[in-house]
Nanobody, 119 residues
Framework: QVQLVESGGGLVQAGGSLRLSCAASGSIFSVNTMGWYRQAPGKQRELVATISTGGSLNYAEFVKGRFTISRDNAKNTVYLQMNSLEPEDTAVYYC?????????????WGQGIQVTASS
């Protein structure tokens, strides 16, 4: 089992910044992907960004260069630096741990953390 604990959410004015952190613990395999997804009221959960242990990146189109994902493998922690936040970014953000290695396949989610950007 993998436990994911998110932190760093909150309320900011439009144009402001936040940095989300997600610390993973438990049965963490050396090859995995961690990332962030978000879900706004009335909408489906959508990918924001992912990063593998090897550093491969995947960003949603709507990020448009505003967000940066990174990770510290020694700390088993993934970060999401969010700049130029817009009201449309308001959502619950979920940390994800994913592993597709045979015999190590896993998919875990954090409890979610609220991000609100007000105009």
């Amino acid at each position: 089992q993998v436990q994911l604990v998110e932190s760093g959410g909150g309320l900011v004015q439009a144009g402001g910044s936040l940095r989300l952190s997600c610390a993973a613990s438990g049965s963490i395999f050396s090859v995995n992907t961690m990332g962030w997804y978000r879900q706004a009221p009335g909408k489906q959960r959508e990918l924001v960004a992912t990063i593998s242990t090897g550093g491969s990146l995947n960003y949603a189109e709507f990020v448009k260069g505003r967000f940066t994902i990174s990770r510290d493998n020694a700390k088993n922690t993934v970060y999401l630096q969010m700049n130029s936040l817009e009201p449309e970014d308001t959502a619950v953000y979920y940390c994800n741990y994913y592993c597709n290695v045979p015999f190590r396949r896993a998919n875990y989610w954090g409890q979610g953390i609220q991000v609100t950007a007000s105009s």
